[in-house]
């Protein structure tokens, strides 16, 4: 007498060649997003060991740029005003006006999760930043004749860290609207303004070399952290998989955060 044995799919069906099913789908996004945070954070983890530990190398690295970009500020004041312009118009005071604003709008436009989002990014990153000035408390260049003076502790770089948050929520809140060549144009004019933005602190001799490039991949690393954490919250709720690079973290506020959404009412 033979018996037979039923052999049954998974329960989400993810068997040998058939597609993944949602829960798997939502996994592999995950682990891919932990994957990129991880591998953001490393370069990160890395310079603030060397910085703590006064890494000989580094250091003569930062100060050699530090002395060469002084020393032709110095003889050029207009390259200074032009500098301390840039610094000005797009450091952290003016993004967390940007920042506020959409977000009210946003409220207002009945995207509230999105200015929750927004605001968290910005905020939390912020702290972060101060927070770790006071652990390393590694003091700014000295240097003979500044050109430009700040307060506080040098690394991270407070301007170079808001620059690549603010540049962050602002993009991804815009990609819904955007058509795919205006999204490239917009990540691009993003990676310009926070990458001006870093050199303009090294150029104003307020920075090193290595505290403005630990700002700008710390505010890379939350950007992710919080965008991978909405996308989770979306597919909780049963939400489509979207890709926040190109799509944003909430491609169906679309309507609600433009005029049309007025002429269709809430779609949430």
Do not use: C
């Not at 970009?69 to 005003?81: E, G, I, M, N």
């Not at 990458?195 to 939350?222: E, K, M, Q, W």
């Not at 909430?250 to 007025?262: L, N």
Request: glycine letters at 10%.
């Amino acid at each position: 007498m033979s018996t037979t044995t039923d052999v049954r799919p998974d329960g989400d069906g993810n068997g040998p060649g058939r597609p993944l099913g949602p829960d798997a789908r939502l996994g592999l996004r995950l682990t891919l997003a932990s994957v990129a945070l991880f591998l953001v954070l490393v370069p990160f983890t890395l310079l603030l060991v060397l910085v703590k530990t006064s890494f000989g190398p580094l250091q003569e690295l930062d100060e050699g740029v530090a002395r060469a970009l002084h020393a032709y500020a110095v003889d050029h004041p207009a390259w200074v005003t032009f500098l301390r312009l840039w610094t000005d118009v797009f450091g952290p005071g003016p993004w967390r006006v940007v920042v506020g604003i959409a977000a009210v709008w946003l409220v207002y436009r009945r995207a509230p999760r999105l200015a929750a989002w927004a605001v968290t990014t910005v905020t939390v990153g912020g702290l972060l930043g101060l927070a770790l000035k006071v652990v390393v408390d590694r003091a700014r260049p000295h240097l003979p004749d500044p050109v430009d003076l700040a307060p506080g502790a040098s690394f991270p770089s407070g301007h170079a860290l808001n620059a690549t948050l603010g540049v962050g929520v602002v993009v991804l809140l815009l990609l819904p609207l955007l058509t795919p060549r205006q999204r490239v144009a917009a990540w691009t004019a993003g990676a310009v303004i926070a990458l001006g933005v870093a050199y303009t602190r090294v150029a104003l001799g307020v920075h090193y070399v290595s505290d403005v490039v630990a700002g700008v991949v710390l505010g890379a690393a939350v950007v992710a952290a919080t965008a991978a954490a909405f996308e989770t919250w979306r597919r909780d709720i049963g939400r489509r998989p979207a890709e926040p690079h190109r799509e944003g973290v909430e491609p169906e506020a679309m309507d609600d955060i433009t005029t049309k959404g007025s002429a269709h009412g809430h779609r949430h």
